[in-house]
């Protein structure tokens, strides 16, 4: 497509909606290595975060704008100056900045959430758009809910917008509650009333029905010349559309939409499997694009036509979206560059000391187990290598676990809290139940454990155990990671990792514990 005309903008939203998922909650650590490979993806906006929501939010929105060099970042923002001020701020010295604001449109929100009327709701936009543009020069405005919203009202909310300096509009499906014909031709009739050459139109489509995708698709029939998606279509509730999915619709059907994306598609699997990883939310195997069953090909006469022509059964090839098809291996030949690049093409981005402490791992390793496979790597790199927690609390030091048929699991752990060792014992059901139990011993508090998961990172014998582990003390969510080729340790490691981003957490939001 040569004509910039012709281009879909993808607004990348995994570090801000995506983020806001249950259960998901990342470090300024993961967000950055989300960031960097978004930017490797080659998506045009990353919208880094909320600073106003935390002061979590906020630093990640830094770190980002100070790491990344996307085209744009983008930081979300209530009509509240305090909102607009808190993104101008965590924006600061972005290469291209934008401020991103909502405020809701229909009436259900007006009435029930805003208590606004029409015309206070048009009174704020105005001046929001307005205030944000005294601090940057690209604003987007959000309508938000805008598919349950009166249209008449929103070509009003739009052109006010417009008029006050947003050159960005976003038509959202908040609740995915739209259909795609009918949702393609109420962003065409907006666009077509507004009447505004020169801004970009956009959608936000969420996937309460399973139609966030092709209610996109379709917003692109119509004119829409940004798509806001996610990896993986992680996001609140039923999540958002997927950009792995939008992008591939797009360009294996150029024909059919007479637009694509700028995006390196051969960099999708490493993306899907790295934001995977980072935020504990599998992909389904079946999920288009980036499921390890995408281009499984099972049954007979499938492998037959397979064979014959790959065209047969498949529309896009595993290469065009970088999908390895089997596991790649490495083992204790395999030299510093083959071990460089692996990473590099799983996603990661190490700084210089992260590499050497990777690669001194990765030989441990292979002293322990013959092969080590991409699973492997990826479990410990985001367990022992990337992680930053800049105050580890407790250090796991020693631990003994004893089960024995008959009788109950015991568990002795020795943690490191401020140079002090300290060892509980505990009994329990099972030795994991036994080795939480003497943590919580050593512990000053109790958190609630909010999931727990093990899975073994290749179906190899002697695969890495990884540990997945979420913990909740007040309101406070945290994650744990923890890998090794002992999965007691791997849980133990998990559990401990929790507990130290509790302390982060609650000390970042002034919460006692
Ligand atoms: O779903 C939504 O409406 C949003 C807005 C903030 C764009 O996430
Ligand atoms: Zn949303």
């Not at 050159?167 to 962003?187: H, R, S």
């Not at 798509?227 to 591939?248: D, F, K, P, Q, Y």
Request: charged share 25%.
């Amino acid at each position: 497509m040569g004509d910039s005309g012709e281009f879909v903008r993808v607004f990348d939203t995994t570090l801000r909606d995506g983020e806001q998922a249950a259960r998901v909650n990342l470090n300024t650590g993961e967000k950055v290595q989300i960031a960097r490979q978004l930017e490797r993806l080659r998506v045009d906006i990353i919208e880094a975060g909320f600073p106003a929501s935390s002061p979590g939010d906020f630093d990640a929105v830094r770190q980002v704008v100070a790491e990344v060099r996307p085209p744009i970042i983008a930081a979300l923002a209530r009509t509240k100056e305090q909102d607009i001020t808190a993104a101008g701020e965590a924006l600061a010295g972005a290469a291209h900045a934008r401020i991103h604001i909502f405020l809701a449109t229909s009436p259900i929100h007006m009435e029930y959430k805003l208590k606004m009327t029409k015309d206070e709701v048009l009174k704020e936009v105005g001046s929001a758009v307005k205030f944000a543009r005294g601090i940057v020069r690209d604003v987007e405005f959000s309508a938000e809910d805008a598919s349950r919203s009166e249209i008449d009202f929103l070509v009003e909310v739009f052109t006010l917008a417009i008029e006050s300096g947003a050159t960005t509009l976003n038509i959202p499906d908040t609740v995915g509650y739209a259909m795609p014909l009918e949702f393609g031709d109420f962003c065409g009739a907006i666009i077509k009333r507004v009447n505004k050459p020169g801004v970009t139109w956009s959608v936000h489509c969420h996937n309460d029905l399973g139609l966030g995708v092709a209610n996109s698709l379709s917003a692109v029939r119509s004119g829409v010349r940004q798509v806001e998606c996610t990896i993986n279509g992680l996001g609140e509730r039923a999540g958002n559309a997927s950009m792995e999915e939008i992008v591939m619709s797009l360009r294996t059907r150029s024909d059919h939409f007479g637009a694509d994306t700028r995006i390196d598609t051969t960099k999708f699997f490493s993306t899907s499997k790295l934001v995977s990883n980072l935020t504990g939310v599998l992909v389904q195997p079946n999920k288009a694009i980036v499921g390890v069953n995408a281009f499984a090909h099972e049954a007979g006469i499938h492998q037959h036509g397979m064979l014959c022509n790959r065209a047969t059964y498949e529309i896009m090839t595993p290469e065009s979206v970088g999908s390895p098809g089997t596991d790649l291996h490495l083992g204790k030949h395999s030299g510093r560059h083959a071990f460089n690049e692996r990473v590099e093409n799983l996603g990661y981005h190490m700084t210089t000391e992260q590499g050497e402490r990777a690669f001194e791992y990765f030989k441990v390793l292979c002293d322990k187990k013959k092969e080590v496979s991409d699973g492997d790597i990826e479990a410990f790199l985001t367990d022992r290598i990337i992680d930053v927690i800049p105050e580890r609390n407790y250090e796991l030091k020693d631990f003994a676990v004893t089960v024995a048929s008959g009788g109950k699991p015991t568990a002795s752990i020795t943690l490191v809290h401020k140079d002090q060792e300290i060892t509980e014992a505990a009994v329990g059901n099972g030795p994991v139940d036994a080795a939480y139990k003497a943590i919580l011993k050593i512990l000053s508090f109790e958190p609630e454990l909010a999931e727990f998961r093990i899975r073994s990172t290749s179906e190899l014998a002697d695969a890495l155990g990884e540990a997945h582990v979420i913990l909740r003390y007040k309101d406070i969510k945290a994650q744990g990671r923890g890998a090794s080729t002992d999965i007691i340790e791997a849980t133990i490691r998990a559990y401990i990792e929790a507990v130290n981003r509790l302390y982060h957490s609650a000390a970042a939001r002034e919460v006692k514990i």
